[in-house]
């Protein structure tokens, strides 16, 4: 059987001291020998490993007659920004993970091929030729991450008059301000918000719901429904000593000033960030990840700390794997206890615990337990990247929004809220989660809200 | 008018500028304590700035040229428009009657402290103001001041106005004088706040400061604007930017205000 085709990556001695995009995608042979492995199963299982239920078969086909405009058609069905999670979906856990030749540790590509489809449309600039006739309703959508643009798109090809707000001066959510360019080049992100405006959609930016736009307004603009995205971008932090020093960052602090406003371009860009000559990340999922890795391209030795083993790291594998190429350090089984810094405040030690696994807990992994044996490294600065919890703006100026004890909103299946014609989805209802269960969620909300004002009319 | 479109600039005699900025969804929204967040182009520092005016259709803001952001901004004339002004973010002040309120405010920090004075003059407070500055030309918005206040002291290091002295001075005599203050407000250097608030306290009278942090975006999201309140972590942008300046530490806050002064930019160049 042939081998799963590799994908061609920047050198990591070189790549380390740029931005530019790691991993340079499949050629057309490449993509070719790729699809050819795929069995075409009836039962693709594959396709419920996705959260969005892309549909893999039957746009592979299309790769291997070469009909590539159709495949990205089939490919554009299901999922609004094939570019993005052909590049980021922690495929191994998703997809892939249901391929029939996943056992064999030898699963169909998908997600590079999905890429190659994407790219080949970015590239040739393709529409989904989809007439929609204007009904003229007003619907709001409310962020501009995955979930917005999604839930946005689709209710555009239904004709429906979108206006999509976003907070920030540029559309993206996370996708722009988190997640870095070499990762998932911000070109890519600006083709797809320029294709949901060609769709129709009006995206307003420095729009912030509960500030400068309320529920009253848009009542009054005779909006009919509104969709709200609004993200899981409320940093948490571990309260302990130094955490305040000049130069320990949350991890939303540091990916927004170099990647939003692109520190690692200043002074050519005007917002500055200090790593210094020696940085520690603490945490182990991709935000952790993103953020070591930028911290290395500005100049930094970088080591990461993680209170659990490499095999409890929510990261994706391939993200640790670059990591390591790279030359970050790991630091597994360390808990930092306390920051110290010079007199004008910034870092110079961190304290760090040494832990060991005990028991499983609720979900699943070894619990982390306190050994007493503290040690100490030498840092000019520290990203804290231990998770994110709800944005809570929304929440405090819609009294009658019901959330959770999380602080998530309360949404049933269809992502209706305890207020009728409000509905929401993506990471504001789950918590830190995936893109691509954001774009789901965005889709499903669509279609419940197209529903809403077909039974409220 | 387009949105965020200059309709007026002037200069003020201490070098600042006050612009009225054509924006009627961040002005319909605002109140006195909201700030925004500025972009002059694109590409631009987003800066934080209060909002001292607010009608249905535009807003007005005082900006001090101190660094590369602000002049840039500065540079910007009539009929230009911002790249971007998001909000009003922060707080609403909690506008009820307390009394006497006494106002604190430095150099530019007089321009935040005129849409409370003015909030504050409509629930039957008796208002006085006591402005400081290096000399008569840092004097700004007297006509503004002298509208809204019951009792206008002004204090000057040079003595060229008013008072020689600190506002530390002037708020110690008039507080020996026997006048009973139910609350201070002050807004201005943060050096400056922390020694009212330090005296304040000395007279157990409540205390409002507005904290002037770097921030990123202004809406809870980046943590850049952190503050140690009471032994807490808080969001300037969101739990302020006016907090409980008695619970408020100053020194980590004059650290954390100065953290990029090593990459300061000079005319837009690295020093
Ligand atoms: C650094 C980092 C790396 C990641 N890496 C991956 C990865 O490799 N693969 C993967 O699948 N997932 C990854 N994720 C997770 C993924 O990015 C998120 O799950 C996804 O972006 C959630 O989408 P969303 O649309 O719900 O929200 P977001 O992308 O968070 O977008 C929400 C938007 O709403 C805006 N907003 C918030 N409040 C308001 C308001 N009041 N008014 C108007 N606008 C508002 C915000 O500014 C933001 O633009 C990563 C996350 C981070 C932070
Ligand atoms: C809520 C809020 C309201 C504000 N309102 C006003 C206002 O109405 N008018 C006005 O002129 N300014 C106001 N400021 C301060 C203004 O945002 C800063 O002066 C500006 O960000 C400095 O940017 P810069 O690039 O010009 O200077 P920089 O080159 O960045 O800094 C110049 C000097 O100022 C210090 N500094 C940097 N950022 C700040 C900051 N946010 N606050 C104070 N000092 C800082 C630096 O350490 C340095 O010493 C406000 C700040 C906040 C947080
Ligand atoms: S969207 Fe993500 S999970 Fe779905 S098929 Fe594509 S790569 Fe796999
Ligand atoms: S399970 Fe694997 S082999 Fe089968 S259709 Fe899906 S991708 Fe192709
Ligand atoms: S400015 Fe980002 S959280 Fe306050």
Known sequence: MKERMKMREQNPLERKNNFEEVTLGYNEQEALHEASRCLECKTAPCKTGCPANVLIPEFIKEIKNKDFKKAHYILKLKNNLPAVCGRVCPQEVQCEAKCVLAKKGNAVAIGRLERFIADFGIKNNLSLDIESKSNSIKVAVIGSGPAGITCAADLAKEGFEVYLYEALHKAGGVMVYGIPEFRLPKSIVEHEINKIQELGVKLETNMVFGKNINLSDLKEKGFKAVFIGSGAGLPKFMNIQGEELNTCYSANEFLTRINLLKAYKFPEFKTPVIVGKKTVVVGGGNVAMDAA????????DVTLIYRRTQKEMPARVEEVHHAMEEGIKFEFLNNPVRY????????????VERMKLGEPDASGRRRPEKTGEIREFEADSVVVAIGNSPNPVIQQNLKDLKTTKWGTIEVDENNNTSI????????????AATVIEAIGAGKKAAMSIVNYIKNNK | MKKNEIMEKKKLSDGSYLFKIYNPEVAKNSYAGNFVIVIAKDGSERIPLTIMEYTDEWISIVIQPIGFSTKEICFLEEKDCFSGIMGPLGKKIENKKY??????????GIAPVIPQMMEFKKTDNKIILIHGARDGEHIILEKESKKYTDNYIICTDDGSMGKKGLVTNAMKELIESGEKIDHIVTIGPLIMMKFVSDLSKNYSIPTTASLNTIMLDGTGMCGSCRVEYDGEVKFACVDGPDMDAHKINFDVLLRRNARFKSLELVNGEKK
């Open chain 1, 293 to 300: 890795r930028c911290a290395l391209r500005l100049g930094a």
């Open chain 1, 340 to 351: 110290e810094g010079d007199e004008k405040g910034f870092v110079k030690k961190v304290f």
């Open chain 1, 420 to 431: 009728p014609g409000i509905f929401a989805g993506g990471d504001i209802t789950t918590g």
């Open chain 2, 99 to 108: 009394g006497t309120i006494l106002f604190v405010a430095g150099g530019i």
